[in-house]
């Protein structure tokens, strides 16, 4: 089985910054995109940032500017720096890897999911 294990997030003020984890274990032959979607109360779930293997990246236009991805694959880990945080980011954050299993190919996963809160 393969788990996706997040960490992070939590309460900050606007203008603030927080570091999301995420760590993928398991039985698996490599990963080919990590990255993280948001879902806040009442909306649709969108995506944030993504990052491959290759360290190709796809941002969210609101989030341009503000949050930066990276990745170590050899660590099965990202990370989403979350920069100048405004009341509009708050919402749960799901971690997501696109990765391929032995005989299956590539497959999808996601993390539990972590609050990010911003209010003053």
């Known amino acids: 089985q393969v788990h996706l294990v997040e960490s992070g997030g939590g309460s900050v003020q606007p203008g603030g910054s927080l570091r999301l984890s995420c760590a993928a274990s398991?039985?698996?032959?490599?990963?080919?995109?990590m990255g993280w979607y948001r879902q806040a109360a009442g909306k649709q779930r969108e995506l944030a940032a993504l990052?491959?293997?290759?360290?190709?990246?796809n941002y969210l236009e609101s989030v341009k500017g503000r949050f930066a991805i990276s990745g170590d694959f050899a660590k099965n880990s990202a990370y989403l720096h979350m920069n100048d945080l405004k009341p509009e980011d708050s919402a749960v954050y799901y971690c997501?890897?696109?990765?391929?299993?032995?005989?299956?190919?590539?497959?999808?996963?996601w993390g539990q999911g972590t609050q990010v809160t911003v209010s003053s």
């Open positions: 997501y890897a696109n990765i391929q299993i032995a005989d299956i190919g590539p497959t999808e996963y």
């Open positions: 990052i491959t293997r290759g360290s190709n990246t």
């Open positions: 398991g039985v698996f032959s490599g990963i080919e995109i």
